[in-house]
């Protein structure tokens, strides 16, 4: 069955960086976009970033572009998320996410908390 399990979440101070990883099994990676949301405490979930199956394409949210850099290993089958100049905004439980026909599935997330 689809699983997506991700890790590399922490505190980490403000202006600091974090690199998220989301290891995948279960269906053919290499065809499939994958997504990063986020959900930070009272508030819905939100698409931060997606990439395309070969990793052509990106998307990012306007709040995190120049910041955050989505990317895959195809030969992996893992997607990454690395952070940059984090604000205490950014705090969130952060969650890969595939689509397969009318079907989400989600890992179970990790927890980034930016604070001094």
């Known amino acids: 069955q689809v699983q997506l399990v991700e890790s590399g979440g922490g505190l980490v101070q403000p202006g600091g960086s974090l690199r998220l990883s989301c290891a995948a099994s279960?269906?053919?990676?290499?065809?499939?976009?994958m997504n990063w949301y986020r959900q930070a405490p009272g508030k819905e979930r939100e698409l931060v970033a997606t990439?395309?199956?070969?990793?052509?394409?990106?998307y990012y949210a306007t709040s995190v572009k120049g910041r955050f850099t989505i990317s895959r290993d195809n030969a992996k089958k893992t997607l990454y998320l690395e952070m940059i100049s984090l604000k205490s905004e950014d705090t969130a439980v952060y969650y890969c996410?595939?689509?397969?026909?009318?079907?989400?599935?989600w890992g179970q997330g990790t927890q980034v908390t930016v604070s001094a």
């Open positions: 279960g269906f053919i990676f290499s065809n499939y976009g």
């Open positions: 990439i395309t199956s070969a990793g052509h394409s990106v």
């Open positions: 996410n595939i689509q397969i026909g009318r079907s989400a599935y």
